[in-house]
């Protein structure tokens, strides 16, 4: 029986002492290599024969958009005031009123260190966000090359012009209008190398499409309710345009793929959605900007694992993820073995929300602008 230990290098998902203990020695390195072993498919089988992925082709094709000519980045900017601005929203709260923070760092800061904390945490999010889709840049360019069917090469040549845009608009926005990189944060990187290394093609797109691309999803959906600056709310409206349909081409393709495997094939696929999913979670605790606070890391880590509002924020994070899994037959497989993983990561909850394999054509926000402006 695969352990915990043997997936996550832990017993224990809350095990702070191993979560810390993953760091990136290299943070002032400009490029990082992934070596791997795969086939590159040619298929002389041009028949287009998957209705779905013929769809979401059509759909892709009409829904580009230009990071240049199509958001206004004559649009102000005011980090502080922003910071401001969501920190006066009640549900906009790095810790819940009822934790108690006595005896710790916050205990006495002030508004201008949690201002200081919603900056840094802009920077680091958005940083990340960059950083996930170049990873995606890069995996989807591996999809056109090692997937077997026509229909799924053509849609995912659209992607990696998406992926592109998505870099191109994240580094443009965190130097025109933040102020201050981040470098990749450790547990993303070991995700993305994960999925970079096994040469399966439907490892690239369970990793990618259904599990990065999919909290991804949830993460743009999140900050587009909350955030209070225009220009960042229009760029994200977009960007989750194209990441509906990213996640839906996961769907679509592997839910057919996968009825097709056996139990013991099945358990590689439900082990590593497990792991890419605590990965996730992991990074998401952005260690980094306690580190950049002056903040005992793990002391701050503790406090949000323990603040339930926080883990809520970070569980709702896996709402497109699930019902996914459950849509690909992940969750039940080898007697429910993800369900129960999922169960204790507490996210079991949003198995029945929509799956994005039905939703993409209602989060298509660029076909909605034109739609108005003409």
């Given at each position: 029986?695969?352990?915990?230990?043997?997936?996550?290098?832990?017993?224990?998902?809350?095990?702070?002492?191993?979560?810390?203990?993953?760091?990136?020695?290299?943070?002032?390195?400009?490029?990082?290599?992934?070596?791997?072993?795969?086939?590159?498919i040619?298929?002389?089988?041009?028949?287009?024969?998957?209705p779905?992925?013929?769809?979401?082709?059509?759909?892709?094709?009409?829904?580009?958009?230009?990071?240049?000519?199509d958001?206004?980045?004559?649009?102000?900017?005011?980090?502080?005031?922003?910071?401001?601005?969501?920190?006066?929203?009640?549900?906009?709260?790095?810790?819940s009123?009822?934790?108690?923070?006595?005896?710790?760092?916050?205990?006495?800061?002030?508004?201008?260190?949690?201002?200081?904390?919603?900056?840094?945490?802009?920077?680091w999010?958005?940083?990340q966000?960059?950083?996930?889709?170049?990873?995606?840049?890069?995996?989807?360019?591996?999809?056109?090359?090692?997937?077997?069917?026509?229909?799924?090469?053509?849609?995912?040549?659209?992607?990696?012009?998406?992926?592109?845009?998505?870099?191109?608009v994240?580094g443009?926005?965190?130097?025109?209008?933040?102020?201050?990189h981040?470098?990749?944060?450790?547990?993303?990187r070991?995700?993305?190398?994960?999925?970079?290394?096994?040469?399966?093609?439907?490892m690239?797109?369970?990793?990618?499409?259904?599990?990065?691309?999919?909290?991804?999803?949830?993460?743009f959906?999140?900050?587009?309710?909350?955030?209070?600056e225009?220009?960042?709310?229009?760029?994200?409206?977009?960007?989750?345009?194209?990441?509906?349909?990213?996640?839906?081409?996961?769907?679509l393709?592997?839910?057919?793929?996968y009825?097709?495997?056996?139990?013991?094939e099945?358990k590689?696929?439900?082990?590593?959605?497990?792991?890419?999913a605590?990965?996730m979670?992991?990074?998401?605790?952005?260690q980094?900007?306690?580190?950049?606070?002056?903040?005992?890391?793990?002391?701050?880590?503790?406090?949000?694992?323990?603040?339930?509002?926080?883990?809520?924020?970070?569980?709702?994070?896996?709402?497109?993820?699930?019902?996914?899994?459950?849509?690909?037959?992940?969750?039940?497989?080898?007697?429910?073995?993800?369900?129960?993983?999922?169960?204790?990561?507490?996210?079991?909850q949003?198995?029945?929300?929509?799956?994005?394999?039905?939703?993409?054509?209602?989060l298509?926000e660029?076909?909605k602008?034109?739609?108005?402006?003409a």
């Amino acid at each position: 029986m695969t352990t915990n230990q043997d997936m996550i290098g832990r017993d224990e998902i809350n095990d702070l002492e191993a979560i810390l203990s993953v760091t990136n020695t290299d943070t002032d390195a400009v490029m990082h290599a992934v070596r791997t072993d795969l086939d590159a498919i040619f298929t002389w089988d041009y028949e287009r024969s998957r209705p779905a992925l013929i769809k979401l082709y059509e759909k892709a094709k009409t829904s580009q958009w230009n990071v240049t000519t199509d958001l206004d980045w004559s649009t102000p900017v005011d980090q502080e005031q922003v910071a401001l601005n969501n920190m006066a929203r009640e549900d906009v709260k790095f810790f819940s009123d009822d934790m108690d923070l006595t005896g710790t760092p916050f205990a006495k800061w002030g508004e201008k260190e949690w201002v200081q904390l919603a900056i840094e945490g802009q920077n680091w999010t958005l940083s990340q966000f960059m950083h996930g889709e170049q990873g995606a840049l890069i995996c989807t360019a591996r999809i056109v090359e090692t997937v077997p069917w026509i229909d799924a090469k053509y849609y995912a040549a659209t992607q990696v012009m998406d992926e592109a845009r998505h870099v191109e608009v994240f580094g443009k926005y965190l130097d025109e209008k933040l102020s201050g990189h981040y470098p990749i944060n450790a547990h993303l990187r070991l995700l993305l190398d994960d999925i970079l290394a096994d040469s399966r093609w439907d490892m690239t797109y369970l990793g990618m499409q259904i599990m990065v691309e999919g909290l991804a999803l949830a993460a743009f959906g999140f900050m587009h309710q909350m955030t209070t600056e225009p220009l960042l709310k229009q760029m994200l409206r977009y960007v989750m345009s194209d990441e509906a349909r990213h996640v839906a081409f996961g769907v679509l393709s592997l839910q057919e793929y996968y009825q097709e495997l056996t139990d013991a094939e099945m358990k590689d696929r439900q082990e590593f959605a497990f792991e890419a999913a605590v990965r996730m979670r992991d990074r998401f605790l952005q260690q980094e900007v306690w580190d950049r606070m002056g903040v005992n890391v793990k002391d701050a880590l503790t406090l949000t694992l323990q603040d339930e509002s926080r883990a809520l924020f970070q569980n709702i994070l896996f709402s497109k993820i699930v019902p996914n899994c459950k849509k690909l037959g992940l969750l039940e497989r080898n007697d429910a073995w993800l369900r129960k993983k999922f169960t204790d990561l507490g996210v079991i909850q949003f198995e029945d929300w929509v799956d994005t394999g039905e939703e993409y054509a209602m989060l298509d926000e660029v076909a909605k602008d034109r739609a108005a402006g003409a």
